[in-house]
């Protein structure tokens, strides 16, 4: 089983609309949650990062964190073409210092 | 500098070939990452430094791969007799502390091909 699960898409939503992305994690361990935007051809960027139960908002991006069913979201209010990227889900554990990340979920905003 | 750094952009090399790629952090950031990213995969982890000690390196797929970061600044990446299976974008990446998480700021990338 791997630490980090995503469903990898592609999932499209027209465009003003709010996309819903979900990530659950393995290991109970798990200490921070961290959601990155990946163009194509470009390296990771981070969006915003959770650690404690929740709702966590920062602009049009709300990061959701439940513990107890090992899942965390992202929620994109307001999709504009250009949110279209694929988007990793990270975590990191108390123990040791790796961050484990999914395989992503690409995201497609229709105009 | 502004942000990670990494060179070369695009290295095209042929099996058994020695490579070194290098890594320039954002300056001050103590813990420093490498991690290699496959065609349609999240980036896997290969190893850490925090300064120059190299921490974990537990996720380096053989005894071909080695890193270094001797002065606790750049860093690089060693890949010895070269494979096609080695063929990834390897990615830095340097963190620090923000909001009382350590977040990491990834580098563009190296894109190997191995022929």
């Known amino acids: 089983q791997k630490e980090v699960e995503q469903n990898s898409g592609p999932l499209s939503v027209p465009e003003g609309a709010i996309a819903s992305l979900n990530c659950t994690y393995s290991?109970?361990?798990?200490?921070?949650f961290f959601w990155y935007r990946q163009y194509s051809g470009k390296s990771p960027e981070l969006i915003m990062f959770?650690?404690?139960?929740g709702d966590k908002e920062d602009g049009r991006f709300t990061a959701q964190l439940n513990k107890a069913s090992q899942y965390v979201s992202l929620l994109i209010r307001d999709s504009q073409p250009s949110d279209s990227a694929t988007y990793l889900c990270?975590?990191?554990?108390?123990?040791?210092?790796?961050?484990?990340f999914g395989t992503g979920t690409s995201l497609t905003v229709i105009p | 500098g502004a942000g990670v750094s990494q060179s070369p952009r695009y290295k095209v090399a042929k099996r058994g070939q020695d490579v070194a790629l290098r890594c320039d952090p954002i300056?001050?950031?103590?813990?420093l990452f490498w991690y290699q990213q496959a065609l349609g995969q999240g980036p896997e982890f290969l190893t850490y430094?925090?300064?120059?000690?190299?921490?974990?390196k537990s996720g380096l797929p053989s005894d071909r791969f080695f890193a270094e970061r001797p002065e606790g600044s750049v860093s690089t990446l060693k890949i010895q007799r070269t494979q096609q299976e080695d063929s990834a974008v390897y990615l830095c990446?340097?963190?620090?502390?923000?909001?009382?998480?350590?977040?990491?700021?990834f580098g563009p990338g190296t894109r190997l091909l191995v022929l």
């Open positions: 990446a340097s963190s620090t502390v923000a909001g009382g998480q350590e977040t990491q700021y």
């Open positions: 290991d109970r361990g798990s200490q921070s």
């Open positions: 959770i650690y404690s139960n």
């Open positions: 990270a975590v990191r554990l108390i123990r040791g210092n790796q961050f484990y």
């Open positions: 300056s001050g950031h103590v813990s």
């Open positions: 430094f925090q300064n120059e000690a190299q921490l974990d």
